[in-house]
Structure formats: structure tokens, C-alpha cells
């Protein structure tokens, strides 16, 4: 269980997460929503320990994970791993070195330096890349593959991390709709087949909606929605992205009692 108590990230005054307190349980498929610049990015980066916590705790299994240093830090960010809009690949490398560097929490440095990857971590990276239909891609240089293919490899990567929770920061954003499907669908599988827990910031209310077992909504850092995505009312959904509302719902009627629209516009996907 990952329990966020009162977690606060401040950059000079402003901060860019507020107060967000919110447990997520093992398994669940956690949408993270809301307007460009409400603190998505940085609400998933504080959880991972990439951006320091001003305020507030995360516990998991009641480990306090604002504590840790050193070795176990890195455990932790093995453990929740993250993925990125930008994929963030070493475009030189093959593919095959780019999901190994996945295991760089558990190989001593100078090996991987000299690429003397163990045999068991060349399988169980060759098995990642396989699950997404990758493996014949392995010996190709990363800047050759198209953004869908690249995202399905840093997927591999965040596997081989063997973590319990991946952390999405819009992975679907630089990518067409047929390799967004893709991408959403080998983050469902990884959720249902292998239980892995993720939190996953989108844009799109469509993609949200349909993936999510839960939405958390932000807005200037704080958590303003909390439930699941039928809860939602458009009416929510419009406070929560602001001035974005048309560009994100579509040109749908405000509706102002509050009561649930099942389908918001499928402008959303665009
Ligand atoms: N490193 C930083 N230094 C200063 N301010 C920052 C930094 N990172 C984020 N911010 C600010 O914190 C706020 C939240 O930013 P964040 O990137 O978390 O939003 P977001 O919801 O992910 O937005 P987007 O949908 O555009 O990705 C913004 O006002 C942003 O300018
Ligand atoms: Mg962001």
C-alpha cells in the first residue's frame, strides 16, 4: 500500500503539490488528471524521490520512503519506476543495452560500463522486450525505432526494474493514436497480469476514463477528485481544467447540477 500524508513540494514560494494526502492499494490502476501546470509531473517525481518533498510523508508497506538514502533510495526508485512523455532512452544505444540499464540497481557499475551484462539479466531483458512484441528489435540502435516502439522499450526497461509500481508521467503525449492504444495496453497488461500498481498522468479524459480504475484529480497542487472515474461529473471536469475545459471535453454543455454525464466528447483522445 502507498500512503501520501500531507505532501507538499515547494519551488521558492509556489508550491507545485500541496497538502496531497491519498493512498493508493496494491494493484489499482490510478489515473493522475488535470490542467497543464496543476503539479501532475511533480506529484509522480516527488513519489519517486527524483524531486525533494517539502512537507509530508509517502509510506509503503509502511516504510517511510521520504527517509531513505543511499542503497535503499535507489531500491525505491527500482522499485517505482518511472516512465516519461520523452522516453527518455540513450538513442546510440542498442536496444537490448537500453532495457539492461533497467537492472543498473542490482549490476555493479563498472560492468555495466564494460557491458558485461550476467546472462540472467541479457534473459529476463530479452523476456521484457519480448512481452511487448519487441524482441526482434533488440540488436537496433534506439533513435531508429518510432515513438511508439521507443515507449514499448522503455516499458521493457521499467519491467526489468522489477517494480511494484510504475509511475506514467503522460506516456502517451508525443505519440499517434494507434501507438497510444498500444502504450495504454501494455500498461492495462502489466496492471492486470502481473498486479503491478500504476499511477498514470494523462491529459486525455477519454484515456483516463476508459483505463482507470481511479482518477485523481489536481488542481494548483492540490487533490480536488478522488474517485472513481463514473464519479466524475462534467461539471468536476470542468473545474478541473480550467480554461483547457473546451480544448479537453470537447464543446459539450456545462452540466451545472452536477449530475454524471456517462461519455464526455471524444475530442478528448485528440
Ligand atoms: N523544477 C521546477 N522549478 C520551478 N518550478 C517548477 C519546477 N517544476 C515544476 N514547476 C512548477 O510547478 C507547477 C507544477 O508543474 P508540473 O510540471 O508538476 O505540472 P503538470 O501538471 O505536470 O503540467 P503539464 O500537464 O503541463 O505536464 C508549475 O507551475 C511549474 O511551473
Ligand atoms: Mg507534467
Request: aromatic content about 6%; hydrophobic content about 45%.
Amino acid at each position: 500500500m502507498l500512503v501520501v500524508e500531507g505532501l507538499t513540494c515547494r519551488f521558492g514560494t509556489k508550491a507545485a503539490v500541496d497538502s496531497a494526502s491519498f493512498s493508493v492499494a496494491p494493484g489499482s490502476f490510478v489515473g493522475v488528471i488535470g490542467r497543464s501546470g496543476a503539479g501532475k509531473s511533480t506529484l509522480l517525481r516527488t513519489i519517486n524521490r527524483l524531486t525533494p518533498a517539502t512537507e509530508g510523508r509517502i509510506l509503503y508497506n509502511n516504510v517511510d520512503v521520504t527517509a531513505l538514502r543511499g542503497k535503499e533510495l535507489r531500491q525505491w526508485r527500482a522499485r517505482s519506476a518511472m516512465i516519461f512523455q520523452q522516453f527518455n532512452l540513450v538513442g546510440r544505444l542498442d536496444v537490448l543495452t537500453n532495457v539492461l540499464m533497467g537492472r543498473l540497481s542490482e549490476v555493479p557499475f563498472w560492468r555495466s560500463l564494460a557491458q558485461l551484462w550476467p546472462e540472467e539479466d541479457v534473459a529476463i531483458a530479452m523476456s521484457a522486450l519480448d512481452q511487448f512484441d519487441m524482441a526482434q528489435l533488440a540488436a537496433q540502435r534506439a533513435d531508429q525505432l518510432s515513438g511508439g516502439q521507443q515507449q514499448r522499450v522503455a516499458i521493457a526497461r521499467a519491467m526489468v526494474q522489477q517494480p511494484e509500481i510504475i509511475l506514467a508521467d503522460e506516456p502517451i503525449a508525443s505519440l499517434d493514436p494507434r501507438n497510444t492504444k498500444i502504450v495504454m495496453d501494455a500498461l492495462l497488461r502489466i496492471n492486470k497480469h502481473f498486479g503491478i500498481t500504476v499511477l498514470c498522468n494523462l491529459h486525455s479524459l477519454d484515456l483516463a476514463r476508459s483505463y482507470c480504475d481511479r482518477l485523481l484529480g489536481v488542481a494548483a497542487g492540490k487533490i480536488v477528485f478522488d474517485g472513481a472515474p463514473a464519479e466524475l461529473t462534467e461539471h468536476v471536469a470542468r473545474e478541473l481544467y480550467d480554461l483547457e475545459a473546451n480544448e479537453v471535453l470537447g464543446a459539450a454543455p456545462t452540466d451545472v447540477s452536477g449530475a454524471t454525464v456517462p461519455a464526455l466528447s471524444s475530442a478528448a483522445a485528440a
